[in-house]
Each structure stands twice: as C-alpha cells, then as structure tokens.
Nanobody
C-alpha cells in the first residue's frame, strides 16, 4: 500500500502564491502518473493538473499559466506551485495517481487552501 500526504496549504491573500507538496511513502512516479484535484466549498471534485510518467504536463484552463505541476523522484514528492491566487482557488487540494488503474489507485487526504482578503 502507498500513502500520499499533502502539505503546504494555508490562508493567503489574493495575488499571493503557495506551493503544495504531496509526499508518497514509496516510489511510484516511474509507473504512475500523478494529478492534483481540488474541491471548492460545496462543489464537486475537479482535476486541475496532471503529470505523466514521461513528464508531460496538462492543466485545466482555470489554472493554466498560474499553476505548475512537478515532481522530484529523489524525494518521492509531487508539487503544485500556485501563483496569483484568487478567491476562486479556495478549495481542498488533493493529490492522487492519474489516471486511476488497478495498480495506480492512491489518494491523499487533502490540504486546504483559502484565498481571501
């Protein structure tokens, strides 16, 4: 079993930045793509970015140009760097393997990000 643990969330003002981390308990990036999801208050879970096993990246339009996904294989850690945050970015951010499959089906518990003035 693999555990994913997010960190780095917090409360910031509009225009500020945050960098989220997702540490995995075992190396999986060579066989599993990884994604960041978010669930805004009262809304559904949305996939906002993912990185493939080949390092290719993809972003939802709402975060494109502001968020950057990356991973450090040596540290078994996935990152999401978020810039120019707005109140619409307020959500619980969750990392998970992506796409989900029989051997790549792991989810973190989430870290909360609040953007308000």
């Amino acid at each position: 079993q693999v555990q994913l643990m997010e960190s780095g969330g917090g409360s910031v003002q509009p225009g500020e930045s945050l960098k989220l981390s997702c540490a995995t308990s075992r190396p999986i990036f060579d066989r599993c793509g990884m994604g960041w999801y978010r669930r805004p208050p009262g809304k559904e879970l949305d996939l906002i970015s993912y990185i493939g096993t080949d390092g290719s990246t993809n972003y939802a339009d709402v975060v494109k140009g502001r968020f950057t996904i990356s991973e450090d294989n040596g540290k078994n850690t996935l990152y999401l760097e978020m810039r120019n945050l707005t109140p619409r970015d307020t959500a619980v951010y969750i990392c998970a393997t992506f796409p989900l499959s029989g051997s790549c089906n792991y989810w973190g518990q989430g870290t909360e990000v609040t953007v308000s003035s």
